[in-house]
């Protein structure tokens, strides 16, 4: 069975930084480009970040210079380091793995709020 089961979301005031992880499990991490995805309340689902098998990086226009991606292939993990955090950054967001086959995460609420 895949799992993509993503952690670390939370409450936190604007300006300030999270890191959501993202466990993986069921397929050959090591063969797939990993990345985030956002949602916000009434909004499409927005790209965030993305990190290839060689780990060449790749962000969203809204996150770039704030946001990290990175991951580590023993742990079949996948992290993301947000820092100087603005209200936008509000909604669930997931942790997907493209291959083969694309599988996505169910997804975790981050609330920037003072």
């Known amino acids: 069975e895949v799992l993509l089961v993503e952690s670390g979301g939370g409450l936190v005031p604007p300006g300030g930084s999270l890191r959501l992880s993202c466990a993986a499990s069921g397929f050959t991490f090591s063969s797939y480009r990993m990345g985030w995805y956002r949602q916000a309340p009434g909004k499409e689902r927005e790209f965030v970040a993305g990190?290839?098998?060689?780990?060449?990086?790749y962000y969203g226009e809204a996150v770039k210079g704030r946001f990290i991606i990175s991951r580590d292939n023993a742990k079949n993990m996948v992290f993301l380091q947000m820092s100087s955090l603005k209200s936008e950054d509000t909604a669930v967001y997931y942790c997907t793995a493209a291959g083969s086959v694309d599988y996505w995460g169910q997804g975790t609420q981050v609330t920037v709020s003072s």
């Open positions: 990190i290839s098998t060689t780990s060449n990086t």
